[in-house]
């Protein structure tokens, strides 16, 4: 289903159009705006409390410091917990973003038999919720007696993010033009000079897209992480546990720092990406 | 912004035009399959067997041995029904109310500022915001905010919204509000993405037609967003049934449980192992049949 099976409007349509004043038109920016307050309340909220001069629990203000963020080791643990998870989230990212690529550009590009079930195999885990992937994880490395911990992590991580990366990059290899390759065959390129050079660039910001997405819930990820790390401890599994006994203010600090980053890539991102835009319009 | 292109397209995408032939696949495909069957199908068939596991005579606890015994299943669910049974309720009423919030934003930031890009990317990303800080530590903050000395209850009893002994955290309200703003989103983006493709001449088409904006919207914009509307509904209902994380931390023990709550006690406290795997089976086939009856009521079998 898509807008151009609807009729079409031809000619010009006159800018300046009588129309009544609705309360829609005031209504749904008020809603949308109440709705992105709501979104980073909890952020800011967090970000805050960073600078929060804490005793033993961070719960109450008791007034603006900078020591918690001269010193994020300061609390124990809270920095091999964020070691730990960046570790893990690298190596799973890899991993999962060189078996996903792959397994995308069969999807994408080959016809085979079996290719629904692939299709299907690789929308499972996504349709799975995340406890049951867990405890299934978890009943086989029991059943195995495999010794729980940075290893299991990542093998969890691959599994799950492999799916978000076929996703990611098949939408892109679907968008790309077959001519492409086919005028690089021309020039007598071999098939693997024809990839490299040509399809791979194309497929690079879809990739990285993909690496990007799989890193991010990777590193978040809490549940299945939860069950497969016996006593190894990721940054989210840490202010889990700790949540009970009350969160140290480095956690808010290692948290923020996290947030202002890939804030600060996301947006120089889009400034470039705009900039460019209105270069090749203007 | 092609990650969020992938988001919204949910899978989806068209089936190649011209497939290439040959076996060059297989080695494409060699590695992904592999993975997924060690670490995706075999521990799922080690969850089916261990459901049906039972303890080992006279061992110790937490130590069972292979059986059939469809037993579990039957004691499972007639002790944990109620938990199962809040799981899908509490997920449907967060859906829904993430579709609620989630539609204005997605339709200020597609339809409201279409054409001016940089205001379009700003608010994409806050949308995207809340991925960048753990959700742990949001949900926390949330905890927090709506404790009992917080200033939101303080304000509520200000104004008699809420009784001098009320409280919002430990409450099924605080669980279904986690539960919404943790995934509202996964609900943004997928609705952006649909109706980012809807042609605006559409929407002058139905005011030349002398429409309604209500007309309008029921009879054009929601149809065309529906594709978007399902993948989302889909992208929040699914991991809100098995979230335990906004329960445990915003709900009491006894009258908000949720059925990740349950599995992951079994499986950690009481050892019960047959038990919290039977519960697992029965959680992803209840979502398994759902979405498949959804995504065929729906019409957007082309989605997956």
Not at chain 1, 227 to 256: D, H, L, M
Not at chain 2, 275 to 304: C, F, H, K, Q
Request: a positive charge.
């Amino acid at each position: 289903m898509s807008a151009t099976t609807g009729p079409v409007v031809r000619g010009t349509v006159p800018t300046a159009r009588r129309r009544s004043w609705h309360l829609g038109d005031a209504l749904i920016p008020v809603l949308a705006a109440l709705a992105f307050i709501y979104l980073l309340v909890p952020i800011v909220y967090t970000v805050a409390f960073s600078f929060n001069d804490a005793g033993k629990s961070n719960l109450v203000w008791r007034g603006f410091t900078w020591k918690n963020w001269q010193n994020p080791c300061g609390a124990p643990q809270v920095c091999e917990a964020f070691r730990n998870s960046l570790s893990v989230g690298v190596v799973a990212t890899l991993i999962a973003t060189v078996i996903g690529t792959l397994l995308a550009l069969a999807l994408a590009r080959f016809a085979f038999r079996g290719r629904p079930a692939v299709n299907l195999l690789v929308f499972l885990p996504m349709s799975t919720p995340e406890v049951v992937l867990g405890a299934a994880l978890l009943a086989q490395f029991l059943s195995l007696r495999v010794q729980l911990g940075f290893w299991t992590v990542v093998a969890a991580h691959v599994m799950f993010c492999i799916s978000f990366v076929v996703v990611t990059v098949k939408a892109r290899v679907a968008g790309l033009d077959p001519a492409l390759e086919e005028a690089a065959a021309d020039l007598y390129a071999s098939p693997f000079q024809a990839f490299w050079r040509v399809t791979f660039p194309l497929l690079l910001p879809g990739i990285a897209a993909a690496a990007l997405l799989s890193f991010s819930l990777s590193f978040d990820d809490f549940i299945i992480t939860n069950f497969n790390s016996g006593s190894f401890t990721t940054f989210p599994k840490f202010v889990y546990v700790s949540a009970t006994r009350g969160i140290p203010p480095q956690a808010n600090v290692i948290g923020s720092f996290m947030f202002v980053a890939a804030l600060a890539i996301v947006l120089v991102a889009q400034l470039v990406s705009h900039a460019r835009g209105k270069r090749r319009a203007g | 912004m092609s990650l969020l292109a992938g988001l919204g397209a949910g899978g989806g995408g068209p089936a190649p035009k011209e497939r290439a032939r040959g076996a060059g696949h297989r080695w494409l495909l060699a590695p992904g399959l592999v993975y997924l069957t060690v670490f995706f199908i075999v521990p799922v068939g080690a969850l089916l067997a261990t459901s049906l596991y039972v303890p080992v005579p006279g061992g110790e606890l937490g130590q069972y041995q292979p059986a059939l015994h469809w037993q579990n299943y039957v004691d499972a669910l007639s002790q944990f029904w109620p938990q199962l049974v809040r799981s899908f309720v509490f997920a449907a009423i967060a859906t829904l109310a993430c579709l609620a919030i989630g539609y204005p934003m997605a339709y200020v930031i597609a339809v409201r500022a279409r054409g001016r890009s940089l205001l379009q990317g700003l608010l994409l990303v806050l949308v995207i915001a809340p991925f960048f800080t753990s959700f742990i530590l949001r949900t926390i903050a949330w905890k927090q905010i709506l404790a009992d000395e917080g200033p939101v209850v303080a304000a509520l009893r200000f104004v008699h919204l809420l009784p001098p002994d009320g409280r919002l955290t430990a409450t099924a309200f605080a669980v279904v509000c986690g539960l919404t703003y943790n995934f509202l989103p996964f609900m943004v983006l997928p609705v952006y993405a649909s109706l980012e493709r809807l042609d605006p001449r559409m929407l002058e088409a139905g005011a030349d037609l002398y429409a309604s904006p209500v007309t309008t919207f029921r009879t054009v914009t929601w149809p065309l967003s529906l594709p978007g509307v399902v993948g989302g509904t889909l992208l929040v209902f699914i991991p809100a049934a098995g979230d335990y994380v906004n329960s445990s931390l915003l709900g009491n023990n006894t009258n908000t449980a949720m059925i990740g709550q349950v599995i992951d006690a079994r499986f950690f406290k009481v050892l019960d192992y047959p038990t919290a795997s039977a519960l697992s089976v029965v959680l992803m086939a209840a979502i398994l049949l759902l979405v498949a009856g959804y995504v065929r009521r729906a019409g957007t079998e082309d989605l997956l």
